[in-house]
């Protein structure tokens, strides 16, 4: 009898305790390092990114989180095989199989969420795990809590399968469910490109086509520094300049063509190209030969030259269709060697090239002007680090007082009139506080002009960041200047959207000219979540204000207010917007193309953009008035939407533009200038429009019909114009000079 009631004992014990140890697990907050991870992210948008908190979050910042009447989800576990017979959770097996060939697919992330949409207040919460590559391989097995809507994810940190979601209905207590997640591992782009010279449309041989894959859209195409790019190329273009290349879109593909003597082309190819191949126009690249010295002109080696240019500028330079061009910086780098010489090669022409020098990985000299070359142009430079001379002076007020433990600002004028200190500034900004008796010095200035004068401060001073010119001659060992600062006041104001709704993060512009001595004053502010802004100081006087939003607003009307003014209101009209598509006129099929918005009116900006790949288009925050509708491809094919008038937040939808036949037209200036700008017209239609460096020419696809071309060049800009006519499929040619 005894026996029993001790075995009854025993078994009493050890359920009480499992039963503890069960409700612990369930109560306890996860340790770092463990399975577990609990995550905060929007309910009301499925599919988003799961944003991880830090574990440790104060319990009674959890539950203010959500209201009484919400308790929170059940956390989603991981639990041993020991202790999953002592829950009443369910189990779900997730296998990851390659689309098509149903193999299995190891080393996936699988996520596996509490769907719960309907509860935004809840947070959702994540468990994660790795398919494993075992006995039973591309399989990973979760605990979880019954009755919860879920979604799986999986995806590869190395790309070679397509990030895959699903969502899977509540599990049954004790449930055991498995699911398959078939993933994408084919490449589906296959992309194929004709490399052209820019100049004379002759194909170019063995130019190499370099990609970088990575998984982010944003990835910056340096192929020094990105860790994703291959320096060997991934294919060669053949003797007719044609190319052909296969990737996945998840990988974000971009691509970097080089051939020897041309600049280098970025873009990034998407799928639905297998019908059309891309034609890429290198432009013929330039040569630097530089030499890195210090102030008294003894070589420096080991020195880094680094030369970037917007690839935007690069791409719409001229006018050639790129898919989509890379949103990053075109750098070119080199070291100088024991002499202090090195040389860049294949440097993109007519374009800024901005210069930064670099020892030990660190900023050197940075505040060069812009640089900008000829095609075929090989240039020697000399650019020095450091300088001899001490600029040493004092501030002082309208009063002649002086003033003490203020910051003073140098940097590199790049005119030779004073100027109005924004907060960004240029690269070469030094920066010095003066001393109790208003005293500063700055040592090592290179020879030229530089602005000095108080730097900006945050709302609320009264000093006016006005800058002075000082001029530092060769070989000057000090150069004594004195700032006199002006106290100002504020403009102050709000922006609001047409919905009478405060405009947010919008950009206010203020714009004057000083009567004094008729300085351009040109700064601007973002507002705060609010619409509020606040532009200041300034000097006494009348300024011109428009506001710019990030929405699908237009720029306002000119606003005018005094230093001092409060309570400004800016208004931003409602802009048009065209919706639309892309056809060919032949097969009716959607096609990508280049979209040209050109105004009619001179004040009015035009719009360029790429439609989307099946030739859909939403054209947005359109300024009202005229304008026509440019589509073209590079296969030659255009089509034109004449004069179309829009008013203020007036939409257009269903817009088809129809692709047909169009003629290739090149323009050349043969003149003395150094270069010059031309426009063509079908009608009144602007169909084409570039400048163009001495020495290249412009093609544009227009349509068949009569053409005019309008020519402006030379510091007069003297005008000249011609009129011929082009057929369907014809290549033509008009050449101008000085004379016409």
């Not at 207590?173 to 498995?178: G, H, K, P």
């Not at 003073?408 to 004028?413: D, F, G, I, N, T």
């Given at each position: 009898?005894?026996?029993?009631?001790?075995?009854?004992?025993?078994?009493?014990?050890?359920?009480?305790?499992?039963?503890?140890?069960?409700v612990?697990?369930?109560?306890?907050?996860?340790?770092?390092?463990?399975e577990?991870?609990?995550?905060?992210?929007?309910h009301?948008?499925?599919?988003?990114?799961?944003?991880?908190?830090?574990?440790?979050?104060?319990?009674?910042?959890?539950?203010?989180?959500?209201?009484?009447?919400?308790?929170?989800?059940?956390r989603?576990k991981?639990?041993?095989?020991?202790?999953?017979?002592q829950?009443?959770?369910?189990?779900?097996?997730?296998?990851?199989?390659?689309?098509?060939?149903?193999?299995?697919?190891?080393?996936?992330?699988?996520?596996?969420?509490?769907?719960?949409?309907?509860?935004?207040?809840?947070?959702?919460?994540?468990?994660?795990?790795?398919?494993?590559?075992?006995?039973?391989?591309?399989?990973?097995?979760?605990?979880?809590?019954?009755?919860?809507?879920l979604?799986?994810?999986?995806?590869?940190?190395?790309?070679?399968?397509?990030?895959?979601?699903t969502?899977v209905?509540?599990?049954?207590?004790?449930?055991?469910?498995?699911?398959?997640i078939?993933?994408?591992?084919d490449?589906?782009?296959?992309?194929?490109?004709?490399?052209?010279a820019?100049?004379?449309r002759?194909?170019?041989?063995?130019?190499?086509?370099?990609?970088?894959?990575?998984d982010?859209p944003?990835?910056?195409?340096?192929?020094?520094?990105?860790?994703?790019?291959?320096?060997?190329?991934?294919?060669i273009?053949?003797?007719?300049?044609?190319?052909?290349?296969?990737?996945?879109?998840?990988?974000?593909?971009?691509l970097?063509?080089?051939?020897?003597?041309?600049?280098?082309?970025?873009?990034?190819?998407?799928?639905?190209?297998?019908?059309?191949?891309?034609?890429i126009?290198?432009?013929?690249?330039?040569?630097?030969?530089?030499?890195?010295?210090?102030?008294?002109?003894?070589?420096?080696a080991?020195?880094?030259?680094?030369?970037?240019?917007?690839n935007?500028?690069?791409?719409?330079?001229?006018?050639?269709?790129?898919?989509?061009?890379?949103?990053?910086?075109?750098?070119?780098?080199?070291?100088?060697?024991?002499?202090?010489?090195?040389?860049?090669?294949?440097?993109?022409?007519?374009?800024?090239?901005?210069?930064?020098?670099?020892?030990?990985?660190?900023?050197?000299?940075?505040?060069?002007?812009?640089?900008?070359?000829?095609?075929?142009e090989?240039?020697?430079?000399?650019?020095?680090?450091?300088?001899?001379?001490?600029?040493?002076?004092?501030?002082?007020?309208?009063a002649?007082?002086?003033?003490?433990?203020?910051?003073?600002?140098?940097?590199?004028?790049y005119?030779?009139?004073?100027?109005y200190?924004?907060?960004?500034?240029?690269?070469?900004?030094?920066k010095?506080?003066t001393?109790?008796?208003?005293?500063?010095?700055?040592s090592?200035?290179?020879?030229?002009?530089?602005?000095?004068?108080?730097?900006?401060q945050?709302?609320?001073?009264?000093?006016?960041?006005?800058?002075?010119?000082?001029?530092?001659?060769?070989?000057?060992?000090?150069?004594?200047?004195?700032?006199?600062?002006?106290?100002?006041?504020?403009?102050?104001?709000?922006?609001?959207?047409?919905?009478?709704?405060?405009?947010?993060?919008?950009?206010?512009?203020?714009?004057?000219?000083?009567?004094?001595?008729?300085?351009?004053?040109?700064?601007?502010?973002?507002?705060?979540?609010?619409?509020?802004?606040?532009?200041?100081?300034?000097?006494?006087?009348?300024?011109?204000?428009?506001?710019e939003?990030?929405?699908?607003?237009?720029?306002?009307?000119a606003?005018?207010?005094?230093?001092?003014?409060?309570?400004?209101?800016?208004?931003?009209?409602?802009?048009a917007?065209?919706?639309?598509?892309?056809?060919?006129?032949?097969?009716?099929?959607?096609?990508?193309?280049?979209?040209?918005?050109?105004?009619?009116?001179?004040?009015?900006?035009?719009?360029?953009?790429?439609?989307?790949?099946?030739?859909?288009?939403?054209?947005?925050?359109?300024?009202?008035?005229?304008?026509d509708?440019?589509?073209?491809?590079?296969?030659?094919?255009?089509?034109?939407?004449?004069?179309?008038?829009l008013?203020?937040?007036?939409?257009?939808?269903?817009?088809?533009?129809?692709?047909?036949?169009?003629a290739?037209?090149?323009?050349r200036?043969?003149?003395?200038?150094?270069?010059?700008?031309?426009?063509?017209?079908?009608?009144?239609?602007?169909?084409?429009?570039?400048?163009?460096?001495?020495?290249?020419a412009?093609?544009?696809?227009?349509?068949?019909?009569?053409?005019?071309?309008e020519?402006?060049?030379?510091?007069?800009?003297?005008?000249?114009?011609?009129?011929?006519?082009?057929?369907?499929?014809?290549?033509?040619?008009?050449?101008?000079?000085?004379?016409?």
């Open positions: 009898m005894r026996a029993k009631l001790a075995i009854a004992l025993a078994l009493a014990i050890v359920l009480v305790i499992a039963t503890i140890a069960w612990r697990s369930m109560t306890s907050v996860p340790h770092e390092g463990s577990e991870r609990r995550v905060e992210a929007n009301g948008t499925r599919g988003a990114e799961a944003v991880l908190i830090t574990p440790e979050v104060p319990a009674e910042v959890r539950q203010s989180a959500v209201p009484p009447q919400s308790p929170p989800l059940p989603a991981v639990t041993s095989p020991a202790a999953r017979a829950t009443t959770d369910a189990t779900l097996v997730v296998r990851c199989i390659a689309k098509g060939a149903g193999s299995p697919l190891v080393g996936m992330q699988v996520t596996v969420e509490a769907d719960d949409s309907a509860n935004a207040a809840s947070p959702r919460v994540i468990i994660e795990g790795t398919t494993t590559g075992t006995s039973d391989p591309g399989m990973v097995e979760f605990n979880i809590h019954p009755e919860i809507a979604v799986v994810r999986a995806r590869s940190e190395r790309g070679e399968a397509k990030p895959t979601s969502e209905p509540a599990l049954q207590a004790l449930e055991r469910r498995e699911i398959r078939e993933m994408d591992v490449d589906d782009i296959h992309f194929q490109g004709l490399v052209l820019a100049d004379t002759s194909p170019i041989e063995r130019a190499n086509v370099f990609v970088a894959l990575d982010k944003d990835y910056d195409f340096n192929l020094a520094k990105s860790k994703g790019t291959l320096r060997t190329p991934a294919v273009t053949d003797a007719r300049g044609r190319f052909e290349l296969n990737s996945a879109s998840w990988r974000h593909p971009r970097r063509i080089e051939s020897t003597g041309y600049a280098s082309a970025y873009l990034a190819p998407h799928s639905g190209h297998e019908k059309e191949t891309a034609t126009l290198l432009e013929r690249g330039a040569d630097l030969d530089v030499l890195v010295a210090d102030a008294k002109g003894s070589p420096l080991d020195i880094t030259v680094l030369l970037h240019a917007d935007r500028r690069l791409s719409e330079s001229r006018g050639t269709l790129v898919l989509s061009s890379v949103q990053s910086d075109a750098t070119w780098s080199a070291t100088t060697d024991a002499q202090g010489r090195c040389q860049l090669h294949g440097l993109a022409a007519s374009a800024p090239l901005f210069v930064v020098l670099m020892k030990d990985q660190k900023i050197a000299r940075q505040d060069f002007p812009s640089l900008t070359l000829n095609g075929g090989v240039r020697s430079v000399t650019w020095t680090i450091g300088g001899v001379c001490t600029v040493v002076g004092v501030v002082l007020d309208d002649n007082a002086r003033i003490a433990h203020r910051n003073v600002r140098l940097e590199h004028a005119r030779p009139t004073p100027t200190f924004t907060r960004d500034g240029n690269t070469s900004i030094r010095a506080t001393n109790a008796d208003g005293e500063f010095s700055f090592g200035v290179e020879p030229g002009q530089w602005w000095i004068g108080i730097a900006p945050l709302d609320g001073h009264d000093l006016v960041p006005m800058a002075q010119v000082c001029d530092v001659p060769d070989g000057a060992k000090r150069v004594d200047v004195t700032v006199v600062a002006h106290r100002g006041g504020y403009i102050r104001g709000q922006v609001m959207r047409p919905d009478d709704q405060p405009a947010k993060e919008a950009t206010v512009w203020l714009t004057g000219d000083q009567a004094q001595d008729g300085t351009r004053i040109v700064t601007y502010v973002f507002t705060d979540l609010s619409g509020k802004f606040a532009l200041g100081p300034l000097p006494s006087g009348q300024f011109q204000l428009t506001a939003a990030q929405y699908d607003d237009v720029p306002s009307e606003v005018i207010a005094r230093d001092g003014t409060d309570n400004v209101v800016i208004k931003l009209p409602a802009g917007r065209l919706d639309g598509q892309v056809i060919d006129a032949a097969t009716h099929e959607g096609r990508r193309a280049e979209l040209v918005l050109s105004a009619r009116g001179p004040a009015i900006a035009n719009k360029i953009q790429a439609t989307e790949e099946d030739g859909s288009f939403s054209l947005g925050g359109i300024q009202s008035g005229t304008y509708l440019i589509a073209r491809i590079e296969e030659g094919r255009i089509a034109v939407m004449r004069a179309v008038t008013g203020d937040g007036e939409r257009r939808e269903k817009i088809v533009l129809a692709l047909q036949a169009g290739r037209l090149t323009v200036y043969k003149g003395a200038a150094d270069g010059c700008s031309f426009r063509m017209f079908s009608g009144d239609a602007i169909v084409g429009a570039d400048e163009l460096p001495k020495g290249e412009g093609v544009r696809v227009v349509p068949a019909g009569r053409i005019r071309v020519l402006s060049f030379g510091p007069d800009a003297k005008r000249m114009s011609r009129e011929l006519d082009v057929t369907a499929g014809e290549e033509k040619e008009i050449t101008f000079g000085d004379d016409g």
